[in-house]
């Protein structure tokens, strides 16, 4: 009898690749999910592929025709919401950037952005998921619910052999999905968080010089136990792995991303640590990786004067649009119209407004031209990033004939080309 194909389930960034679609089932229905990786293949889609120029049904060349030429048209381009986007998909992207001379962009606002900072600043040191399963005999999860956020990830990094030690901590303030399941929860204020951080770190330091640490001595104050706690416990470890989630406001600084990056490099001179940051941003990670290969950022590059050139945020889709300063914009996204204003400030809804739009998206979107793009692992195929930087291909659960989004992008590219 064949063997049913594997799937793999895009519900979230853990990107599960043991998903069976059960054909016997009287409605489609996939195998292995957990309830949000359901949710995910349960949402409704489209039967055909449909695209649209000024509002009417249009052929595929005639969209295609119709974005070029605004792409041509426009001074200054801006190509955004990359992270809704195949790999491949995101490479036609930079392309297209790349001749029109247009400001490319990862996503569409500023939220989120503070990890990419934090990379540059600190570093980090990680592992796959492989790695982490095999050799972890501690996972501390610091201020984080993956129980909630991605469901299968314990199942994913759980030693199966059972003569092997493997401690599971939560550290938090409050009681989760996953406190329940852990060895230990140590609670801990929100507000303290930086500060036991850094007296973990003090602890560290005084340890790696062979020091005695004078908290032994004066253990007076709560967070100082829970220091001591936790140093302990970190310490003990002889592979520990500690996740953490991403910082989703609208901030440049991700305070506990590089406390916690820091307190890895203190470790890594007692022991061995890794950590990793359980992402939220869809395929961003991928994003990141293809604008830093061809362009040497990974995010907000400005091709106007003909080369890459990068400046913090000032490049980013959120400042191009709120400055006024791109007159057509081409963005991917898998959001509604309204969801996709609700993230940008005031003046950047404006903008995007009055500027003509070429959108590529999986619900209908008000957009001088709009293509249809499929729902990734559903009836869209493509190379997706999982949470540890490992490439998935992403297959079609429903097949069809839909042409896929990178396949229009190098069409648009392509005719960009002939016409110049
Ligand atoms: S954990 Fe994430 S990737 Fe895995 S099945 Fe659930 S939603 Fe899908």
Known sequence: MQKPEKLICAGCTLLCDD?????????????????????????????????????????????????????????????????????????????????????????????????????????????????????????????????????????????????????????????TATTKIANRFIHVPAESASELLGRVRTQLALQSNSQTSESQTDASTAIENTANELTKELVEAKYGSIFFEQIIENSRFDLAGDS????????????????????????????????????????AVNHNLGHPRQHGLEFSAESMLRNQQCDVILFASNLSGDEVLERLSEPARTHLQTIPRIAFSTQAIEANVQFQMGIPGINAAGEHCRIDNVSMPLKKAKPNDWISTEAILEMIRQDLTAQS
């Open 19 to 175: 998903i069976e679609i059960d054909s016997r089932a009287d409605q489609w229905r996939p195998k292995n999910t957990c309830a949000l990786g359901s949710q995910y293949f349960a949402q409704p889609c489209c039967p055909t592929q449909t695209h649209f120029v000024d509002g009417a049904v249009a052929t595929l060349d005639q969209a295609v025709q119709a974005a070029s030429q605004l792409l041509r048209q426009a001074k200054s381009p801006l190509i955004c919401g990359l992270d809704h986007l195949s790999t491949e998909a995101q490479q036609a992207s930079w392309k297209i950037a790349d001749i029109t001379k247009a400001t490319i962009d990862t996503t569409l606002t500023n939220h989120g952005r503070s990890s990419i900072f934090s990379l540059q600043k600190i570093g980090k040191v990680t592992a796959t998921l492989g790695e982490i399963k095999s050799r972890s005999d501690l996972i501390v999860f610091w201020f984080c619910d993956p129980e909630t956020t991605h469901p299968r990830l314990l199942e994913r990094i759980k030693s199966r052999d059972t003569d092997r030690s493997q401690r599971i901590l939560v550290v938090g303030d409050r009681e």
């Open 260 to 299: 916690i990056s820091r307190l890895i490099r203190s470790l890594n001179d007692i022991t061995r640590f890794v950590s990793l940051k359980l992402r939220s941003d869809n395929n961003a990670q991928s994003a990141e990786n293809v604008l830093a290969w061809s362009s040497g950022f990974p995010f």
